[in-house]
């Protein structure tokens, strides 16, 4: 069963204006993120833009793009719209790719579209690898993830969980050893089928409470099976800073 990626790319960024167009080693930055989710297995990729200039810069670099609505909440109501737009069967699995995430890595596209196609009971796949430090498992940018033995998703958070009960009772913050304490990777696959029901489903208490989107599906009884990687990817672009550490590495290393 083969799988389509889809990248959502909006142009309005607080932090880093016309972020998807930011240059990098001669390409946009979203067509960069299109060449590395293209050398995955991926049947096709498309980037799901509100924006013309996408538009334009995707059918220079010879990228599939479509046009979506401005009025999208989520990056997954955009990928709603374009798995309709592209006609795709309610069977079919779409790669979520951020359009933010140029050094991304193939085979972990390949490893969630091949996890939701091994789970027939889930509705959704995404990532996880161990958290290295205590300073991550106690930051709330940072997302954790709990899972049962058969790696479903139990609960996201960004709070520290599982909380070590025993050695955080005197108050220090540190990383209990053994702790099965997981980073959440923003990278997911979904079935069509879900897709075109996430809409129309109400936001729930929790992802008010905590700000993250993937709550809403727990709470309606959706099953997220999790993927776990040993090493964390490569960081994606969310401010200057960044921009210009992915453009030192593309100088080291040309494509």
């Given amino acids: 069963m083969s799988f389509i990626a889809l990248i959502p790319a909006r142009m309005t960024s607080t932090r880093l204006p016309n972020k998807p167009l930011a240059d990098i080693a001669g390409l946009p930055m979203v067509v960069r993120v299109a060449r590395r989710a293209a050398a995955s297995g991926a049947a096709s990729v ?14 220079e670099h010879g990228v599939s793009c479509i046009l979506t609505r401005a009025d999208h909440p989520t990056g997954t109501d955009r990928l709603s719209e374009a798995a309709e737009k592209l006609d795709l069967p309610d069977d079919g699995i779409i790669v979520n790719v951020q359009g933010d995430e140029p050094l991304i890595d ?7 579209a091949d996890l939701l196609k091994h789970h027939p009971e889930a509705d959704i796949a995404t990532c996880a690898c ?22 479903r998703a139990l609960y ?5 969980i599982p909380w070590a009960r025993d050695a955080l009772a005197g108050g220090e913050r540190l990383l209990a050893p053994g702790l099965p304490a997981l980073h959440h990777i923003g990278l997911y696959a979904y079935r069509v089928s879900f897709l075109r029901r996430f809409p129309r489903l109400p936001q729930g208490t ?5 700000a993250l989107e993937q709550l809403r599906a727990l709470e309606h009884g959706c099953n997220i099976v999790v993927h776990r990687t040993s090493r964390p990817p490569m960081a994606g672009v969310d401010t200057p800073a960044d921009l210009e550490r992915v453009r030192a590495w593309y100088a080291d290393h040309p494509q």
């Fill in 106 to 112: 193939p085979e972990l596209i390949d490893a969630v």
């Fill in 130 to 151: 161990p958290l290295a430090d205590a300073e991550s498992l106690f930051n709330p940018n940072v997302v954790k993830v709990v899972c049962g033995s058969d790696d």
């Fill in 156 to 160: 996201f958070s960004r709070a520290p």
């Fill in 46 to 59: 498309t980037i799901a833009t509100d924006d013309e200039r996408v538009l334009a810069a995707a059918a």
């Fill in 206 to 210: 929790l992802e008010r409470f905590e």
